[in-house]
């Protein structure tokens, strides 16, 4: 049954932002980490994020705490993963559907949390973003930027490997061992082998985010948690490059953040049971749709790409208990199981943002060396993550990328995107990536305006010779059904004529539909 | 001056053109740019799990060979048979037989006429057959192909990996950049002598259909000599040759008819409300310096479906008709328009003009909505030709039918 | 279109249709087709940050791309508007200043004519040429008139439109652009001629070079100045009520499209100014069929090969010479096959680009070796020149050809 024992002083629950700033934080200060992840790195919370690093605009005034954090964390983050980062600024704009008193209170806010905010003239916003809704009457800069999550949860993840720690990928936790009101290991199961093994660790923490209920179910603990889910809607073009917010009480899809090459409109905000709920409702994207339109009216003439959901994980005390998703607090909690639920060995954390993703760790494992008695502070907030400083990312750096290697042909599979060959193959050699959907997180594979109508092709080709395992088509079948997934909810306008052009390809030209059912 | 005005540059224009062209009236063809024929496999498909005049009189009434009359399929698809053989592209296959070709994906495709070059690779023929890619050509791979098929049970001898001679070119090539070195008699001969030795033993060889564009049965021809096997071409991913060797050949031939073709030029229907609103006069199209008319008596509006925008989905569920805003049923919420698998029916697909046995766009109430606008191909309700195999056939037929009617029209 | 041509890279579904169209990807792999550095690039384009965006350099402006595309993703603006900042930022060489500026080196050469004639075709300043400048000793450069169109028909020059006389026939106001004003008058007069016979009064607008070579090489600011020059100009005609007609298929396109799609520029009077302007042949298919059948045309019994250029199919009006050429009793037409003859403007007059145009030219250049016609005939003139030189036929415009079938000398 059991296969092989590991110890470790460590054992992390979860590959998100927050479990692997919590695992690089502690193999900084010296400890001995097992992070174990149920999926792939990014298929969580983290992955399916609107790509905002908050400058804390947002908060002044409904979440000051949550605010300041986000403010100084900006500044951090800016420092030591700059290569994630797109120092796109941010804009907050007063639209003609805002209150137009708001931005007032909003600014002195601004100045109380330390969040930095800068009136500018209403001409020169929209000289800034030509899209922008020409009727806007006020508009302030802030320190927003754009992050790329998939990048930082390599990064992050690269550093703890670095550092000595193990990161365990596609592994679950089915359960706990506890020893006199103790937990003393868990039990891990592979999810594609099916290779069970046990982990004993010193300290276990629960950062799993939506999951992070059940995880604690397995030790026979309660959470305070409520599950919120969030849709978000890609644009397939950057309609701005700038983040916009609107300038008003934070309510659903106020916000527009340019990323990577697309614009993101989010979010929605409603309490879900099921921690992998990523349905997307037909009137979640009209709203976002039409809450887009105020910030940009000629949205309705642009292509929406692609629709996801995230499922967010937010603290709810039992002070709180009757307070909708929305209007909970968006500050993190660090509960020590020990005082809390009379359990000792086991820490969850739980709520709080990726913005806020290195100070939720930093004081996760604080609470940690207090109570293994090691007395290193946290190294992370000065120590880059990478191998050198970089820049910040921009636009251009992939077709710079490309456009350099043209003497040694890069071949480019996923040409929206600019995927290369050679890309695609590391992920499938050295990060394991086990389906298509695992190298798209890699490589940016698919998630261009044709939604690997091409691509998908040329990628299951790669896949056999390299991945033994590989199904039979080469995994094409799955990820074009993962990708319509995600574009049926938008089926209208190029973005039908779009999915129709990858119907003829898969169909006419490909005969995917005739191939024996269990070749994928 | 024009005695028919076409809307639209796919199949189903191009083949109404050339139609209309050769019957003697004076065609204009008015497109906003080309149309999906290189997005296809050169094929005609008539449909999948049976197409004989049992079968298609069994349809419903609404599917657009029962509106355009089954019947006719044998004279359309003669007429196609020499208009292409007149232009170098022989056809193989015939109605009510199945042909049936192995896909890119090691799929089958199940077809009624197939280009001469990919015929020779069907199934139903048990020559032992091997199938090569070509290095570094990224939009097709043998052994994916041979796996898939090994899984549905046909023996494939092996797959193979050949290689491209010359300088590695700079960037990823596409399967056209392919064929125009084929078209290359040096080329292909120093080609083939690089090829020879990895296929010895191989009787049957099926390879990415690159072999020549413009100068396409002779690089075929040329290489099975050279290598001295049976050489045949699986489609690729688009551009995919054999449409576009299709395409080419249609377009010539309608230029050579006397087609007045004006490309580029987005279309919006022209009515004539002076006369009672029950014919249209023309149609009115964008050009470079702004909006030009194109009178006509008869308009036939070959504009296709969603994808190339003969048809529109609007985000609130509804679908228009770009051109005339002629009436489509659509099923009203927009989430009607879709179904869940990637790979099933979808409602969207049947959505389109419903038609008179003339071919003519109806009205809600029932009779046509102009007396001289007829329709054809991709743009008609009644089928999901992706599912059904039907769409080269529907194009065929419809347009036929519709110059038939359209012409028979001006006679009057 | 609301949307720019930047914004029109959202319509695009990466079908390939352009690629498989393009004339200078089919012959080079150093160009990786227009949907690549088109709408495929331009999401990874940034207003505020320089991109690395070498491969657009190949593209010749020719415009198939554009008018291929289903979708109406403005393909050849994106391009041309890509070129235009990377020259904009990496500089402009001696070379393309020089070539963009056809009407000041008309200016200059035509004042010397004989001389500025005898020095161009002289083989080692032409290499000399290569050498220092990158102008391909092998283009086929134009030779200067002696005298301009405008003073050799200075009866017909207007400052102002007149008022209408009745009885006089319908007022056009001609473009003659820079070829016919400094290299080949005759051309202009032809057109001229022909317009009266079919019922016009022609009158010569002030008028400069229209601007597309300065375009064309990313001398976007001074080619707006050209184009703001030429709009003023010409709307008073225009509001007068008279249509702007032009025998070169490029300047035609610049007045109607270019000026607005790519330069930017905006309002009533470039609209209306644009609205106005009609190729020579689009102009006589238009409005003068009736005038056209009552004359008599002359049997011409030649084989002539019709190339239509790139920019005219660009106009996305057909090729409406097509249809006057074949009331020519006795002429044989055969049609291109070629989507462009190569030249594209001054793309082939470059050192580094020369090769390309040449082999983008290949199709038509082996369709006149296999057809043997007696004359080539295309409506540009840049077309002309580079056609007349590598297919070794004499190339005409179609004019031309329709001035002598009316027995005008």
Sequence with gaps: MDAATISTQLLVIGGGATGLGIAWDACLRGLKVILVEQGDLGQGTSGRYHGLLHSGGRYVLSDPRS??????????????????????????????????????????ACADTGVAAEEIEVERALTLEPLLNPRISRAFQVGDCSLDSFDLLHWLANAVRDSGGQVLLRNRVEAFELSHGRVVAASI??????????????????????????????????????????????????????????????????????????????????????????????????????????????????????????????????????????????????????????????????????????????GTIDLVCHKLGNTATSRTALQILGPSPRQYHSLPTRLSEYESGQTGNPSILCECELATRIGLERSILDDHAQTLDDSRRDVRLGMGPCQAAFCGYRAAALAPPLDPESPVDGGYRDFMSERWRGVRPLAWGQTLSQFELG?????????????????? | MTDLLIVGQGFTGLFAAVLAAQRGARTTLIAAGRGGLSLSHGCIDVRRGGASPNDLRALPADHPYRIADPAGLPDALAAFHVISAKAGLVYRGALGED???????????????????LARGRLEDTLPTTIGDIEGYRDFSAELAVRNLARAGIEVVRSVSLPLIGEAPRRDLYAHDLALR??????????????????????????????????????????????????????????????????????????????????????????????????????????????????????????????????????????????????????????????????????????????????????????????????????????????????????????????????????? | MSIGPGLTADLCLKCNICTSACPVAAVTDLFPGPKAVGPQEERFRHPRLPTPDHSVAWCSGCGVCSRVC??????????????????RREGISLRDQLIARPALLGRFGVRFAPLANAVLVNPIIRRGLEISLGISREAPLPAFSTSTLRRRQAAHVARVPAPVTHGEGQPVAYFHGCSAEYYEPWIGELAISVLEKLGCRVVLPPQGCCGLPLQSNGLFDAARRYARWNVQSLHPFVAAGMPIV????????????????????????????????????????????????????????????????????????????????????????????????????????????????????GILFDQARDVSPDLILSDSETCRW???????????????LLAQALDIP
């Design chain 2, 182 to 412: 084929f078209d290359d008699p040096d080329w292909r001969t120093e080609l083939a002598r690089a090829w020879k030795p990895r296929l010895g033993g191989v009787r049957r060889l099926g390879v990415p259909a690159v072999l020549g564009l413009r100068h396409h049965p002779e690089a075929i021809d040329s290489l099975e000599e050279r290598l001295d096997l049976r050489l045949f071409e699986i489609p690729t991913l688009p551009p995919t040759v054999p449409g576009l060797r299709l395409e080419r050949a249609l377009r010539q031939t309608a230029l050579t008819a006397g087609v007045r073709l004006i490309e580029g030029a987005r279309a919006v229907g022209l009515i004539d409300g002076r006369r009672g609103g029950r014919r249209v006069s023309g149609v009115v199209a964008q050009s470079a310096g702004g909006p030009r008319s194109y009178p006509s008596p008869a308009v036939l509006l070959a504009t296709g479906g969603v994808l190339h925008g003969g048809l529109v989905a609007r985000q609130n569920g509804r679908i228009q008709e770009s051109v005339f805003d002629l009436p489509v049923t659509h099923p009203g919420a927009r989430g009607l328009l879709t179904s869940e698998s990637a790979f099933g029916s979808q409602p969207f697909a049947k959505l389109g003009l419903r038609l008179d046995r003339r071919m003519r766009p109806l009205s809600e109430s029932g009779g046509p909505f102009f007396e001289n606008l007829y329709a054809a191909g991709g743009v008609l309700a009644g089928s999901d030709r992706a599912i059904e195999g039907t769409r080269q056939g529907i194009d065929i037929l419809t347009a036929h039918r519709a110059v038939e009617c359209a012409l028979g029209e001006g006679s009057a």
């Design chain 3, 70 to 87: 289903p979708h109406g993703v403005a393909v050849t603006e994106i391009n041309v508007r890509a070129k235009g900042e990377l020259a």
């Design chain 1, 189 to 362: 199961v592979d999810v594609r082998s099916g290779l069970s093994r046990r982990i004993g660790a010193e300290m276990v923490i629960n950062s799993a985010g939506p999951w992070a209920r059940s995880v604690a179910e397995l030790a026979g603990i309660r959470l305070p948690v409520a599950l919120s889910k969030g849709s978000l809607i890609a644009m397939a073009t950057r309609l701005v490059h700038t983040v916009v917010n609107r300038c008003r009480p934070p309510q659903d899809g106020d916000v527009i953040v340019p990323v990577g090459t697309v614009a993101v409109l989010g979010t929605t905000d409603f309490e879900v049971d099921n921690p992998a709920d990523h349905s997307i409702q037909d009137w979640e994207v009209d709203r976002l749709m039409a809450e887009g339109e105020v910030l940009i009216p000629s949205l309705a003439e642009h292509r929406a790409l692609r629709a996801w959901a995230g499922v967010r994980a937010l603290y709810r005390p039992p002070k709180n208990a009757h307070e909708v998703t929305r209007d909970l607090p968006r500050a993190h909690a660090i509960l020590d199981h020990a005082a809390s639920d009379g359990c000792e060995g086991m820490i969850s954390i739980v709520g709080g943002k990726l913005a806020t993703f290195r100070l939720m760790a930093e």
């Design chain 1, 503 to 520: 119907r003829r390809i898969s169909l006419e030209l490909l005969g995917a539909d005739t191939l024996p059912e269990d070749s994928s």
């Design chain 3, 246 to 361: 032009g025998a070169s298929t490029s300047c035609t396109l610049a007045l109607k499209h270019e000026y607005q799609a790519i330069l930017g520029l905006e309002g009533v009077t470039v609209s209306e100014v644009a609205a106005a302007v009609y190729d020579v042949f689009e102009f006589i298919t238009l409005f003068k069929m009736d005038e056209l059948e009552r004359l008599r045309l002359s049997s011409i019994p030649i084989r002539a090969l019709y190339h239509p250029p790139c920019q005219l199919k660009s106009h996305a009006i057909g090729t409406p010479a097509i249809e006057v050429l074949q009331m020519i009793p006795d002429l044989e037409l055969i049609y291109s096959e070629a989507e462009c003859c190569g030249v594209a403007g001054t793309y082939g007059l470059k050192s580094e680009k020369a090769q390309v145009a040449r082999d983008v030219g």
């Design chain 3, 386 to 400: 580079w056609i007349e030189k590598h297919a070794g036929v004499k190339t005409l415009h179609p004019l031309q």
């Design chain 2, 99 to 117: 042909l049936r070709l192995t896909t890119a994906l090691g799929g089958i495709h199940t077809t009624c006429l197939a280009p001469e070059s």
């Design chain 1, 67 to 108: 605010a300041s954090d986000c403010a100084s964390e900006n500044v951090i983050l800016r420092r030591i993963v700059p290569q994630a980062i797109e120092d796109t600024g941010g804009l907050f704009v007063t639209t003609p559907a805002d209150p137009p008193d708001f931005a007032d209170s909003w600014i002195s």
